[in-house]
């Protein structure tokens, strides 16, 4: 499923245009994105929750010349699933 199917979705739940569906789904991914700026995380209860998680910098070697390489910090986005979502797969 991509973003087009979600909106596609949203649309034949809801009954409303194909635009304000996808403007609703554009709002939703705007609020979660915020939150995990702002606050680290994002909840949705039966769902799971998604958590900013941080990565050290570390040492990397480069496959095709063996040199060692300097991997910057980062943060990546983790999802873990509710035990109400486990149950439904």
Known sequence: MN????IEIVRDTTGAT???SGEAVDAVFEAM???LKKEGAFTIVGFGTFKVSKRAARKGRNPQTGETIKIAAS???RFKASANLKGRL
């Open 3 to 6: 973003k087009a199917d979600l």
């Open 18 to 20: 194909k635009a304000a």
């Open 33 to 35: 994105a915020k939150s």
């Open 75 to 77: 943060k990546s986005v």
